[in-house]
């Protein structure tokens, strides 16, 4: 069977106190904390795809600029498609703290499986050992993210 690919887009909403704000999700492996965002749908474009899922997931309202700062590849096996290779393109987004809501999610089962959002420190994401975060690296990343933002976007995980 072919792989089929998947494009999709996630934001890196920074507070002022850069603070990081994640969503804990129930996936197919469990529960994960990751960066709001999703599916790029056909003839949209990274930017279009990410207003529209930030408004879906946090009823969130972008109006900054954006940087691209990550990507990230992985595999997985979708109920519908198969064989999924995702491939992710990580914006930074600065923007004041605000309380998400989750009410705009159009599909029940994403809405269901969308369990908390949380603005997170360095320090928080750091000291969470028996928490999984999506990319596996997230500390890492996000501390070099605060030290610098790259000119390029950068590759945090690969995983086949």
Do not use: C
Not at 6 to 11: E, H, I, N, Q, T
Not at 124 to 139: G, T, V
Not at 141 to 160: A, N, R, W, Y
Request: glycine share 4%; net charge negative; no cysteine.
């Amino acid at each position: 069977m072919d792989l089929h690919e998947r494009y999709a887009v996630r934001g890196l909403l920074l507070s002022p106190t850069n603070e990081l704000l994640l969503i804990k999700t129930q996936t197919r492996t469990g529960i994960m904390w990751l960066a709001p965002g999703g599916g790029i749908e056909a003839q949209e474009e990274p930017r279009e795809a990410l207003i529209r899922e930030l408004y879906e997931e946090l009823g969130y309202t972008l109006d900054a600029a954006i940087v691209e700062v990550w990507r990230r590849q992985f595999t997985y096996t979708s109920t519908i498609t198969g064989p999924t290779r995702q491939n992710e393109r990580y914006f930074l987004i600065h923007t004041k703290r605000f309380s998400p809501t989750f009410e705009n999610v159009p599909e029940a089962r994403e809405q269901q499986a969308m369990l908390q959002a949380h603005w997170w420190t360095l320090k928080q994401i750091s000291e969470a050992s028996d928490l999984r975060f999506a990319p596996q690296n997230l500390a890492e990343v996000f501390g070099d993210l605060l030290k610098q933002v790259p000119t390029t976007p950068i590759t945090v995980e690969i995983s086949m």
